[in-house]
T-cell receptor, first 110, second 114 residues
Framework: DAKTTQPPSMDCAEGRAANLPCNHS???????VYWYRQIHSQGPQYIIH???NNETNEMASLIITEDRKSSTLILPHATLRDTAVYYC???????????FGAGTRLFVKA | EPEVTQTPSHQVTQMGQEVILRCVPI?????FYWYRQILGQKVEFLVS????????KSEIFDDQFSVERPDGSNFTLKIRSTKLEDSAMYFC????????????FGDGTRLSIL
């Protein structure tokens, strides 16, 4: 089973920041947090990952709390094309499989 | 940007027939994976493959399934005798050295069993 909890759906206005929360209270020291998204029926698209420090790339920012029990994915300026299911995943270093939960369905509205 | 490519995009097969799904992973990646997603359900792990061996497989990956890297660029999933419940999207993924590197997914093959 997935080790994360996410809200089933969220709305965001176009041009605003989308903040997607994730709880992973049982995360252990060697587990990373990964975020993927799935647009319609396409393959999951990797967004960002981190261990304990905040991370930023061209797509998003990842904020991990100091106790690592939760994290937030931030899309700084959401567009209509960001409408997708977003998955927060915890995976151990050296682990093979990625276990997907139900994710958060983000609706970006004009 | 390099990507994982999968062919065909849609495969229709009669129940009981064999089917082979093909994937070209990203060229410098060493770990390969298959996942499936039944319509409306979660993405499920099937198998991981490294150094010409299966490194991990799920309960779904029974004797009807096999994987192969027939040459230096392709990675295939074979279903020996398809069942109606095998109808799903099948995603191939690949990753660099295992450690913390993310898996990159293809856009999938939609398998429809009639």
């Amino acid at each position: 089973d997935a080790k994360t909890t996410q809200p089933p759906s969220m709305d965001c206005a176009e041009g605003r920041a989308a903040n997607l929360p994730c709880n992973h209270s049982t995360i252990s020291g060697n587990e990373y947090v990964y975020w993927y998204r799935q647009i319609h029926s396409q393959g999951p698209q990797y967004i960002i990952h981190g261990l304990k420090n905040n991370e930023t790339n061209e797509m998003a920012s990842l904020i991990i709390t100091e106790d690592r029990k939760s994290s937030t994915l931030i899309l700084p300026h959401a567009t209509l094309r960001d409408t997708a299911v977003y998955y927060c995943i915890v995976r151990e270093t050296g682990g093979f499989k990625t276990i997907f939960g139900a994710g958060t369905r983000l609706f970006v509205k004009a | 940007e390099p990507e994982v490519t999968q062919t065909p995009s849609h495969q229709v097969t009669q129940m009981g027939q064999e089917v082979i799904l093909r994937c070209v992973p990203i060229s410098n990646h060493l770990y390969f994976y298959w996942y499936r997603q039944i319509l409306g359900q979660k993405v499920e792990f099937l198998v991981s493959f490294y150094n010409n061996e299966i490194s991990e497989k799920s309960e779904i990956f029974d004797d009807q399934f096999s994987v192969e890297r027939p040459d230096g660029s392709n990675f295939t999933l074979k279903i020996r005798s398809t069942k109606l419940e095998d109808s799903a999207m099948y995603f191939c993924a690949s990753s660099e050295i295992l450690q913390n590197q993310p898996q990159h997914f293809g856009d999938g093959t939609r398998l429809s069993i009639l």
